[in-house]
């Protein structure tokens, strides 16, 4: 009778144990909930009642992970992954580099067990809180990966994006993050391998990825896939302009020009293609039709600056070759040179207007200002020349 009184004492301090380590967890849960609430997910300026709160559910999650009845339970990994992620990420925002690792190296251990032991759980309670221990898991990474790309260690930059793919797989920012990273080291086939993954839904991802391939010397895989975004984003402004200055630079001029005169024929409110058409006449060297294309950007978006400052360039490029071939003109020809000279100030007064309008427009760039004071230099005003020269001065 006593053996069997000790026996069913044993039993019941037994269970007393089990449901005290129990009530651990769910303090954990109650606690973490709370810390949840009064922070609404945010992980920097935390209040020091939810940092209580927080600390009051590492100490009970981490008792129930040791305890041989919830050990192995897919909650107790989720919550520990869970709470020390959120150490990790208020770690990391309020400088405490050491503290964030050693949380993030804990909460990353205890995510990969959580994964293990959730495997085949449709518990959506679980999957909810996996997400989010995930989530802050990548962002920690990417606040590494950045801090790291700031100071040029793209190698540890691209392993710290990789890293926060782990815990977000196929995420597209942490994707092209890498891919950014893996660029910038010189590591194109990794970089490219990154990008594919993006496209053909990602414009930034074809920027890059034509980028990776004509870094790595191969123009033709480049200009394919810079072909191929024009397609899928032909309202892309960088797209346009590295498709244009690709097939320029590869001596497919002539092709740029009749592909941006197709799609302005097919689409003639677009008001980038104008532009970037006049773009492509100046680098074949015919200003006359880029003037011309230029006049139609800006019948087509009056707001653009760039179509006003770039005609502004040609007309004045046109009137210095005037003034320039009037200074060659002997000195006994006194009439010839007065009336070389006028037709290039009468050509350089057209040019006003369009600079006025760019520099109201966009009055922050120099290109701009430089072109108007060129204008008075031609003319002789010093007065106004050193007025816009302190104009740019101040920029």
Known sequence: MKIKS???ATLLLGSTVAFAQKGELNKAKSKYSSFATLTGGAVENVPELAMKELGEAKEAIDKAATHEKTKDLP????????????????????????????????????????????????????????????????????????????????????????????YMPGDSILTLYAGIAAQNNQQYDDAISKFKTLIPKSSDAYLNLSDAYLKKGDTASAVKYIDEAATKFPDSAKIINQKIVLNITTGNSEKVIKDIESQ?????????????????????????????????GIEAKPDDARNYGAAAAIILNKARDIYNAASSIPTN????????????????????????????????????????????????????????????NAL
């Open 6 to 8: 000790i026996l069913l």
């Open 75 to 166: 909650e107790t990994w989720t919550y520990l992954a869970l709470i020390n992620s959120e150490y990790a990420m208020i770690n990391q925002k309020s400088g405490k580099a050491a503290e964030g690792e050693a949380s993030y190296k804990a909460a990353g251990d205890a995510f990969l067990k959580a994964k293990s032991l959730n495997e085949g759980s449709d518990d959506k309670e679980l999957k909810g809180n996996m997400d989010r221990a995930g989530s802050l898991l990548a962002n920690y990474e990417i606040g590494n990966g950045v801090k790291a790309f700031e100071t040029n260690d793209f190698a540890s930059a691209y392993t710290a994006f990789n890293n926060g793919l782990k």
């Open 264 to 296: 302005m024929a097919a689409d003639p409110s677009n008001g980038e293609l104008p532009f970037f058409l006049g773009y492509a006449y100046e680098s074949t060297k015919q200003p006359d039709k880029a003037l011309e294309a230029y006049k139609k």
């Open 333 to 392: 020809k006194e009439a010839e040179y007065k009336a070389k000279l006028q037709e290039a100030y009468t050509l350089a007064d057209t040019a006003v207007p369009y600079l006025e309008k760019a520099t109201t427009l966009d009055p922050k760039t120099k290109g701009y200002w430089e072109n108007m004071r060129f204008y008075y230099q031609l003319k002789g005003d010093e007065a106004k020349t050193k007025e816009i020269t302190d104009k740019l």
